[in-house]
């Protein structure tokens, strides 16, 4: 191959980034709770991408303490460090502001982000009130596959809703230990971490309007709350979440584009000097 052939094909590769082999993103999340007004809120979402290999849980199994945290309080500090542990070259976070209700997003930008190898799945997990131990996030952990927007591009994923909304089968569901009782004008409620009775049973699919089968000792539920926007088969889903991936060259991709830049300009301009 002559040298100006040669630095045209190097070029032609590298200016479509996603030929050349090492990139990085930048990955924005936006979480948006999508459920009707009056229905619930969603704890502050935790989102981890890794290679495949970080599973957070299994339908028909116990919870992990990790989940437990996550799903009975809106704690997900245990579930990011273990995270941190046992994904190699993961990259995690929590998005910000506090839980959100009906119609308010939140959003966080990861940098550095390898679509095509250590980062390539991505994980989710949130707590949804009100509830005991409601969550909402992935079984199978190679379910969301971002590989393909590794060059860039945009996806967005409906979570929650009809059958994809979990007991996590640890805390019995009790209005009188259920948080965020006083935003569903509700009495009773969760003062503290971990309360509540052990339900000593394993994550399950919560359907419905599983609020009528919860505990009502105390009488806490006045008699005109309304369910419907709390049932879950009311809703193909209870959030949204955008995810939009800018690809970021890397410094030897540009060097790589540089240098074929300057490759074609000089022999541009030797071939013109040479008269062809
Ligand atoms: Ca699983
Ligand atoms: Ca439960
Ligand atoms: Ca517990």
Redesign the pocket.
Known sequence: MKPYTLAKAVLAACVSLSACAAQAADVTFTFTNTAPAGGVGVAPLWLGLHNGSFDSFDVGSAASVAVERAAEDGNAKVLTANFASQAAGGLQTTLPNGPRFPGASSTFTLHNVDLNGANRYLSYAAMVVLS??FFIGNDNAKAIDLASLAGGGQLSLALGGAGHVY???????NFAYSLANGAYGIGGGQKGPNQGID?H?VVHVATGNPYLSFVDDGHYVPANVDWTALNFNTQQSIGRLDISVAAVPEPETYAMLFAGLGLLGLLARRRQGAGA
Do not use: L
């Open positions: 005991n131990d007991d996590a089968g640890t805390e019995q569901n339900e049973g």
